[in-house]
């Protein structure tokens, strides 16, 4: 090309002179296509925000929460269950590999390699395709996770005792009980409280011992000899204490 035609040899023909900033065009100039951020755009977002916000609420106030009974730290037998996003990391917990010593491994770093492979897998993966078809190494990343969390989430669901949980989670009437008394003593010592609960009403790991219609000789004989899940031997004081303990327990009434 000739000079003066607003183009200057740099070593290649095609380079402009004169460079212009390389500034978008403005939005106005796609109508219908585009809008501003502020306040077209945020004012949406807050307005959908605000829906569903107010549809959580009342949902809140329609539905009550699912209360248990207070909770009791000398109930050894209780059936923990935690919400259900948390539930594939609470079936990784009951296995040996990431159980007892090893718990480190299951809560810490397994999960920790888990989601961190999952944030480098844009990086691992760095081909221009779009399609999940032509990105194996992120798309089987991907789909590996998906599926060991709904894998663990349905095995914790399924080997759950929901009708232990439902039992131990109920909320009972709270039942007068003298715990200044010497049969209450006793019942402690004779580490009764661990499975019948402070309050007598039982859990997971004992039957409730309130209104048991049985007599205090009977109540005696079953402390001793034992029954169902309960061994015998149990008991280990005297006679005088067994005798105080069954008629406590025989006493004991919701009404």
């Known amino acids: 090309m000739h000079r003066g035609k607003g183009m200057k040899f740099v070593g290649d023909s095609r380079v402009p002179a004169e460079r212009k900033p390389n500034i978008p065009k403005d939005y106005s100039e796609f109508p219908g296509k585009t809008e501003a951020f502020w306040p077209n755009f945020l004012l949406k977002e807050w307005l959908v925000g605000a829906v569903f916000l107010i549809g959580y609420l009342c949902l809140t106030i329609a539905h009550q929460s699912p209360l248990e009974r207070v909770a009791d730290p000398t109930d050894t037998g209780y059936i923990p269950l935690p919400d259900w996003y948390f539930l594939f990391l609470y079936q990784l917990l009951k296995y040996e590999f990431a159980a007892g010593p090893y718990t480190v491994l299951g809560a810490f770093i397994m999960p920790g390699l888990a989601f961190g492979a999952l944030l480098l897998a844009p990086f691992i993966d760095r081909g221009p395709e779009r399609k999940p078809s032509k990105r194996p190494i992120a798309t089987?990343?991907?789909?590996?996770?998906?599926?060991?969390?709904?894998y663990l989430t349905w095995e914790s669901v399924v080997s759950h005792n929901w009708e232990a949980a439902a039992e131990q989670g109920k909320i009972q009437e709270e039942i007068a009980i003298d715990t200044e008394s010497d049969a209450y003593a006793i019942y402690?010592?004779?580490?009764?409280?661990?499975?019948?609960?402070?309050?007598?009403?039982?859990?997971?790991?004992?039957?409730?011992?309130v209104d048991t219609g049985l007599s205090p000789?009977?109540?005696a004989k079953i402390a001793v000899e034992g029954q169902g899940e309960m061994p015998a031997g149990i008991f280990k004081g005297t006679d005088e204490e067994l005798q105080t303990l069954s008629e406590f327990i025989s006493e004991v009434t919701s009404d």
């Not at 402690?188 to 039957?207: P, R």
């Open 217 to 219: 000789e009977e109540i």
């Open 188 to 209: 402690q010592e004779q580490g009764c409280v661990s499975c019948h609960g402070d309050t007598l009403q039982g859990g997971a790991a004992g039957k409730s011992l």
């Open 140 to 150: 089987g990343m991907m789909l590996l996770g998906v599926a060991s969390i709904f």
